[in-house]
């Protein structure tokens, strides 16, 4: 049976602790995934994915960037999160051998391995959660440049409630990406795919539509 590991990776002069957790049943996919921005590896959000993705085979490495590492609440600069998620991908490749290999994340932790997407990165396909199009009330300042370099199979889940990602600006830049990209809206969601009581849906239905579009997702990926 498989066991549970911890891992610490270097990144340059730094390090930091990642972990990696087996799903119940053995499907060869590994999902590196990364936390948001004011997260870590093992906050309740993640902690709710990471179970709804072991559901569905997906084993996972969750791991801290190095700033959260440090106890810093300032994120790093993106190449040094780029680089975070690329030594936890060589360290879980080297020790797991995955037949298949996803990057993502929460948030910025997805952003970031979008980048990484984006320069032909060595990955099967990238799963987003909550992408950041934007910082909360600058509408104007989007991060978007970069998506339509990704052209590995992508799906991204943001809430129609999302103070991160306005609902019309992102269906613009849908517009610019390739097919390989499947947006996935959670209706009445907010950033952390938590809905209102008068929306007469419970956060529970919305992890439960995830797992449900990962489910339908996954069989399109190649190895």
Known sequence: MRQAQQWDVAIGDDHTR?????????????FVFAHGAGGNRDDKGMLAL???????????VRFNFVYREKGSR???RMPQLEACISAVVDRARRELKPAR???GGRSMGGRAASM????DFDCNGLLLFAYPLHPADEPEKLRDQHLPRVVVPTLCFNGTRDPLCRHDLMEHVLARVGSNWTMHWLRDADHSFHVLRTSGRTDADV???VGATIDAWLPTLSR
């Open 207 to 209: 992890l439960s539509e």
């Open 18 to 30: 990642a972990v990696f957790e087996p799903a119940r049943r053995a499907t060869g996919t590994l």
């Open 50 to 60: 990471d179970a709804l993705l072991h559901d569905r085979g997906i084993d996972t």
């Open 116 to 119: 990484l997407a984006a320069q």
């Open 74 to 76: 300032r994120p790093d």
């Open 101 to 103: 290999t996803l990057i």
